[in-house]
């Protein structure tokens, strides 16, 4: 096993997606003077998006050892990167314009989950710019896997809150949009 810590490592395109993001969801809040979370969810769902950011910050942590790929699988993994990003960046700021209600607007006409499409592009982008078929590749691998499990868990327990809050129409929205972009 050959560990590279260093700068120009994966985890710098982990940490700039969370910055950006984190960014995109701070300016929106402020532009519709309000959070775009659900406020105030219930214990198991805060616990879900609890562990869904342990195993993010997890995943930073193992990518500081894993660098950079070149060529053809460094511009293949930046262009998932980028389109998951794009996606992301794309539904957190669609709720600039949204007051209250159910966000069906832009992104949200072709995924009920948009922004954990994008998340999930994102990383695996992240996985491919810097593959190598190393442990520590499986290892990020495995935290993506688990990453995934958990934000489908998420998933469905905010779908059957916004179904207690939103009834008919979430209903009718769940049945005309996809949960993620093809199923």
Same mark, same amino acid.
């Given at each position: 096993? $050959?560990?590279?810590?260093g700068?120009l490592?994966? &985890?710098?395109?982990?940490?700039?997606?969370?910055?950006?993001t &984190?960014t995109?969801?701070?300016?929106?809040?402020?532009?519709?003077?309000?959070?775009?979370?659900?406020? $105030?969810?219930?214990?198991?769902?805060?616990s879900?998006?609890?562990?869904?950011?342990?195993?993010?910050?997890l995943?930073?942590?193992? %990518?500081?050892?894993i660098?950079? %790929?070149?060529?053809?699988?460094?511009?293949?993994g930046?262009l998932?990167?980028g389109t998951?990003?794009?996606?992301?960046l794309s539904?957190?700021? %669609?709720?600039?314009?949204?007051?209250?209600?159910?966000?069906t607007?832009?992104?949200?006409?072709? %995924?009920?989950?948009?922004?954990y499409?994008?998340?999930?592009?994102?990383f695996?982008?992240?996985?491919?710019?810097?593959f190598?078929? $190393?442990?520590?590749?499986?290892?990020?691998?495995?935290?993506?896997?688990? &990453?995934?499990?958990s934000?489908?868990?998420?998933?469905?327990m905010e779908?059957?809150?916004l179904?207690?809050?939103?009834?008919?129409?979430?209903?009718?929205?769940?049945?005309?949009v996809?949960?993620?972009?093809?199923?």
């Amino acid at each position: 096993m $050959d560990l590279h810590p260093g700068i120009l490592n994966t &985890w710098l395109l982990l940490l700039l997606y969370h910055m950006i993001t &984190w960014t995109a969801y701070i300016l929106a809040g402020n532009k519709r003077r309000s959070s775009i979370e659900t406020p $105030d969810p219930p214990q198991a769902l805060r616990s879900s998006g609890r562990a869904t950011m342990a195993l993010s910050v997890l995943m930073i942590i193992v %990518s500081i050892i894993i660098p950079m %790929s070149r060529g053809v699988q460094l511009s293949a993994g930046l262009l998932i990167y980028g389109t998951g990003l794009g996606i992301s960046l794309s539904a957190i700021l %669609s709720f600039m314009h949204l007051t209250d209600g159910l966000n069906t607007a832009g992104m949200y006409r072709f %995924s009920r989950n948009p922004m954990y499409v994008g998340s999930f592009l994102a990383f695996t982008g992240t996985a491919v710019c810097g593959f190598r078929g $190393d442990p520590q590749n499986a290892v990020f691998l495995a935290l993506l896997l688990a &990453w995934a499990i958990s934000i489908h868990r998420t998933v469905a327990m905010e779908e059957s809150l916004l179904s207690s809050i939103h009834g008919e129409k979430f209903e009718r929205y769940r049945s005309e949009v996809p949960r993620y972009f093809i199923i």
